[in-house]
C-alpha cells in the first residue's frame, strides 16, 4: 500500500523528491501518511478533495483486495 501511494503522488507532485510515505500498522487496520512539500499540497488534495478522494478509493479497494482495510491521512 505505501507504495501505491508513494507512486501516485510522486506523479502528481512538481518536487517527488520531497514524498515521504509511512505506514502505521494496527491489528486490523493500516494507516498510511502522507507528506508533501507545502506547495504540493494542493495538488494532492485536489480540488474541492477530489484527488485525495480518489487517491482513498484506490487504496480501500486495493487494499479490500487483501482483506485488510488502510486509512490514508495526509498530513501538512
Excluded: F, H, N
Amino acid at each position: 500500500m505505501k507504495e501505491l501511494i508513494k507512486y501516485i503522488a510522486q506523479a502528481l507532485t512538481d518536487y517527488p523528491d520531497q514524498v515521504e510515505v509511512r505506514e502505521v500498522e494496527g491489528e486490523r487496520t493500516s494507516v498510511v501518511e502522507l507528506r508533501v512539500a507545502p506547495s504540493d499540497l494542493g495538488k494532492v488534495i485536489g480540488k474541492q478533495g477530489k484527488t485525495a478522494r480518489a487517491m482513498r478509493t484506490i487504496l480501500s479497494a486495493a487494499s479490500a483486495k487483501l482483506k485488510k482495510r488502510s486509512v490514508l491521512e495526509i498530513i501538512e
